[in-house]
């Protein structure tokens, strides 16, 4: 879960944090607290970090081909905090790594633990390389063309494709091991699109500009039992609680704050099975009394400014 601290719930949470990712490198982490829940779990899950220098050049083929010196760059660049920041070799580096630690240990949770009746998965890498690699992808429509060399456009052209295809065989290999009966969810909180830039970096022509932004329609996809075949429509992200919980055979909630249940992506015959009972009046959601690892809510703030998802001033792009 995109989240920390991992809060106490019947069954288990396992935080972001949980990878050697950009956020530990930065100090934005803690050592252990808060990682997962039950606490116990983080000793059976620790063999599956997988670090981000043990990346191998070889793999990281199927998205994209580096020189020596952006390899160079992609594996010692991180020792300063900035370059963490701000640097895509470095920025794929620990996506890569990250998202890989996400699906083996969503795997082994799957393959060593009975199936939960709601399992979550954020699985981060093409969020990440959009950023920054989105022009190469589509370089046309960069009102700076032409700076790039063709044949460096051509070694990463396929860093966004390849981070979804990758992706893709996590959730194919989740699927192989979930009960025939699963319904799942497929959910982006937004889209992508260029922000016209081409990538260059006059001042740094080793490193990768931010080429890409968000789009504010994402991708929802749904298949299962209780999904009607072939539909379509649309959604807002409000909408998404009260329709899992919907194909759960659950109410909703008031604290849901707008949100409907998209019944027309729902099967008819699975509806009259479980027919909607009104939301739950609840009391508006607040922040949870929990204790919060120190370092986290200023830092963390910077880091959501720094990759484009609120605004300098605070507010939500």
Same mark, same amino acid.
């Given at each position: 879960?995109?989240?920390?601290?991992?809060?106490?719930?019947?069954?288990?949470?396992?935080?972001?944090?949980?990878?050697?990712?950009?956020?530990?490198?930065? =100090? #934005?982490?803690?050592?252990? /607290?808060?990682?997962?829940?039950?606490?116990?779990?983080?000793?059976?899950?620790?063999?599956?970090?997988?670090?981000?220098? %043990?990346?191998?050049? $070889?793999?990281?083929?199927?998205?994209?081909?580096?020189?020596?010196?952006? #390899?160079?760059?992609?594996?010692?660049?991180?020792?300063?905090?900035?370059?963490?920041?701000?640097?895509?070799?470095?920025?794929?580096?620990? %996506?890569?790594?990250?998202?890989?630690?996400?699906?083996?240990?969503?795997?082994?949770?799957?393959?060593?633990?009975?199936?939960?009746?709601?399992?979550?998965?954020?699985?981060?890498?093409?969020?990440?390389?959009?950023?920054?690699?989105?022009?190469?992808?589509?370089?046309?429509?960069?009102?700076?063309?032409?700076?790039?060399?063709?044949?460096?456009?051509?070694?990463?052209? =396929?860093?966004?494709?390849?981070?979804?295809?990758?992706?893709? /065989?996590?959730?194919?290999?989740?699927? %192989?091991?979930?009960?025939?009966?699963?319904?799942?969810?497929?959910?982006?909180?937004?889209?992508?699109?260029?922000?016209?830039?081409?990538?260059?970096?006059? +001042?740094?022509?080793?490193?990768?500009?931010?080429? =890409?932004?968000?789009?504010?329609?994402?991708?929802?996809?749904?298949?299962?039992?209780?999904?009607?075949?072939?539909?379509?429509?649309?959604?807002?992200?409000?909408?998404?609680?009260?329709?899992?919980?919907? %194909?759960?055979?659950?109410?909703?909630?008031?604290?849901?704050?707008?949100?409907?249940?998209?019944?027309?992506?729902?099967?008819?015959?699975?509806?009259? $099975?479980?027919?909607?009972?009104?939301?739950?009046?609840?009391?508006?959601?607040?922040?949870?009394?929990?204790?919060?690892?120190?370092?986290?809510? $200023?830092?963390?703030?910077?880091?959501?400014?720094?990759?484009?998802?609120?605004?300098?001033?605070? +507010?939500?792009?």
């Amino acid at each position: 879960m995109n989240t920390l601290p991992a809060e106490p719930v019947a069954g288990y949470v396992i935080s972001d944090r949980f990878p050697i990712s950009k956020h530990a490198q930065m =100090g #934005w982490a803690p050592n252990d /607290e808060g990682i997962t829940f039950p606490p116990h779990l983080l000793q059976e899950l620790g063999p599956l970090k997988r670090e981000p220098n %043990a990346i191998d050049r $070889e793999e990281l083929k199927r998205l994209a081909t580096f020189t020596d010196e952006e #390899w160079d760059m992609l594996l010692h660049w991180e020792q300063d905090p900035e370059n963490v920041r701000g640097n895509a070799f470095v920025n794929l580096k620990y %996506a890569y790594q990250s998202t890989g630690t996400i699906g083996d240990v969503g795997l082994h949770m799957l393959e060593n633990h009975p199936q939960p009746n709601l399992l979550l998965i954020y699985l981060e890498l093409p969020d990440r390389v959009q950023h920054q690699f989105w022009g190469f992808w589509d370089p046309e429509v960069a009102s700076d063309q032409n700076r790039n060399p063709p044949e460096r456009i051509d070694r990463f052209k =396929g860093i966004v494709p390849g981070s979804y295809e990758f992706v893709d /065989e996590i959730i194919g290999s989740f699927l %192989a091991r979930m009960d025939p009966d699963t319904t799942v969810f497929l959910i982006s909180d937004h889209g992508m699109t260029s922000n016209h830039h081409d990538g260059w970096l006059p +001042e740094d022509p080793i490193n990768v500009d931010s080429t =890409g932004t968000h789009h504010r329609r994402g991708v929802l996809i749904a298949a299962g039992p209780a999904i009607a075949h072939g539909t379509k429509g649309r959604a807002m992200q409000l909408d998404i609680a009260p329709t899992v919980l919907a %194909a759960l055979g659950l109410p909703g909630s008031t604290q849901f704050g707008g949100g409907h249940v998209l019944k027309a992506i729902l099967d008819p015959a699975f509806l009259a $099975e479980h027919p909607q009972a009104e939301p739950i009046d609840e009391p508006p959601l607040v922040r949870s009394n929990v204790h919060v690892p120190r370092g986290m809510d $200023e830092d963390y703030v910077d880091q959501l400014k720094a990759i484009g998802y609120i605004g300098t001033d605070g +507010e939500d792009n």
